[in-house]
C-alpha cells in the first residue's frame, strides 16, 4: 500500500518537471503534487495536481502541505549559478529561505523526508580539480556555490540536531532536453545541441579546454529516487553525496557532435561564467554513493550525445 504523498517544489524546472513525471510513474498521479511560482509544460500540467506557490511564502507551503497531507518534499526550487551573480541577495534570500521552510517542517514532523540538491558549486578554487573527495577543501567563490555549501551544513545540522531524514546529492551539470535550464553554467552543454540542430554552429560561453563534470538527466533522476528510496541506515552522509557520470570539455563535446553531424562548427567567447567554470572541479570522486546506496549511471558521452539529437528531434515533431 502507497502511503506516500509527495510536493515538488519547484517543479516546472529543468530537473523538478522531469523528476515529477517520474516520480507520478512511480507513485500515482494523485499522489504527487507539482508546484513552482509559474505554470510548467502541459505534460505537467495536465498529468495530476498542480499549484501555484513561491519557495519563499511559508504559509502558502504550509497550506499545500496540510491539504494534501504530504509526506515528502523535494525542494528543486533555486537560482542557479549565473543568474545568481547577477542577483546575489535574491538568490541568497530564494535559495536559503526555501531550504529553511522545509528543514523546519520537518523538524515539527510536519512531513517525513526531505530532498535537497547540491551542487559541484559547493567546490571552489581552491578543491583539489581531479576526482575531487568527498570530503575536502570548499571555499566556493560563487553565489550559488556559497548558497549551496551554507545549505549542506544546515541539512546536517538538521539531521544529527533534530533527526530530520534530509537526504541531497552535489548534482554536476545536468544535461536535458524537455525543459530549459535557467542560468546555469554548465548550460553551454544544452544550447550547443539546440544551436547544432537549428544552424549548424555554436558560439560557446566556455573556452574549449574547460573540463566540467556533467549528467544525463535520466541518470540525475534515477540517482534522486533510489537515494530516497535507500534505507535510512544506508544514508551516511547528511550534507550532501559527490555524484559522477562523464566529464567533457566543449571541444570534446564538440567533437562528438561533429560524429552525427560533419559539418557543426563550434567558436569559442567566453563571457563572465569562464570563471565560475574555472573554480569548480573537472572530475569527481563518487565512491561514497556507489558504496552507500548502489549508484551507478548509464550514459557517457556518446550515449548521451544520441539521446539528446533523437530527444530534440522528436520535440520538434511534436511542435508543429
Ligand atoms: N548546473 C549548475 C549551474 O551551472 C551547477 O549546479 O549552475
Not at 566556455?206 to 556533467?214: R, V
Not at 567558436?267 to 558504496?291: G, T
Amino acid at each position: 500500500m502507497n502511503s506516500k504523498k509527495i510536493l515538488i517544489i519547484g517543479a516546472s524546472g529543468q530537473i523538478g518537471s522531469e523528476l515529477s513525471l517520474k516520480l507520478r510513474e512511480l507513485y500515482g498521479n494523485d499522489n504527487v503534487v507539482a508546484s513552482d511560482i509559474k505554470e510548467g509544460n502541459e505534460e505537467l500540467m495536465s498529468s495530476g495536481p498542480f499549484e501555484i506557490a513561491d519557495a519563499t511564502d511559508q504559509p502558502r507551503i504550509e497550506a499545500l502541505i496540510e491539504q494534501y497531507k504530504i509526506t515528502d518534499v523535494y525542494l528543486m526550487a533555486a537560482m542557479l549559478s549565473g543568474t545568481a551573480e547577477k542577483m546575489p541577495m535574491k538568490a541568497w534570500d530564494l535559495n536559503m529561505n526555501s531550504l529553511f521552510i522545509i528543514l523546519n517542517l520537518a523538524k515539527e514532523k510536519k512531513i517525513e523526508k526531505v530532498y535537497w540538491p547540491s551542487s559541484i558549486a559547493v567546490f571552489g578554487p581552491t578543491t583539489p580539480k581531479q576526482d575531487t573527495p568527498q570530503t575536502t577543501i570548499m571555499e566556493p567563490s560563487t553565489v550559488y556555490g556559497i548558497s549551496k555549501q551554507a545549505g549542506e551544513r544546515w541539512c546536517e545540522y538538521y539531521f544529527n540536531k533534530y533527526g530530520v531524514d534530509v537526504r541531497s546529492i552535489r548534482y554536476p551539470g545536468i544535461i536535458s532536453y524537455k525543459t530549459l535550464p535557467g542560468g546555469g553554467t554548465t548550460d553551454y552543454a544544452i544550447e550547443i545541441f539546440h544551436e547544432a540542430l537549428k544552424t549548424g554552429t555554436y558560439t560557446s560561453f566556455l573556452s574549449e579546454n574547460t573540463s566540467l563534470p556533467m549528467m544525463f538527466m535520466e541518470d540525475a533522476i534515477k540517482a534522486t529516487i533510489d537515494i530516497m528510496q535507500a534505507p535510512a541506515e544506508n544514508i551516511k552522509v547528511r550534507s550532501s553525496y559527490n555524484l559522477a557520470a562523464m566529464t567533457f570539455t566543449p571541444k570534446e563535446l564538440a567533437s562528438e557532435i561533429k560524429k552525427q553531424m560533419p559539418d557543426f562548427k563550434i567558436s569559442y567567447v567566453p563571457d563572465f561564467r569562464q570563471a565560475i567554470a574555472d573554480s569548480w572541479p573537472a572530475s569527481i570522486d563518487d565512491s561514497e554513493a556507489k558504496k552507500d546506496w548502489n549508484w551507478d549511471f548509464e550514459y557517457d558521452l556518446e550515449k548521451l550525445t544520441t539521446a539528446m539529437f533523437e530527444g530534440l528531434k522528436v520535440n520538434a515533431v511534436k511542435e508543429n
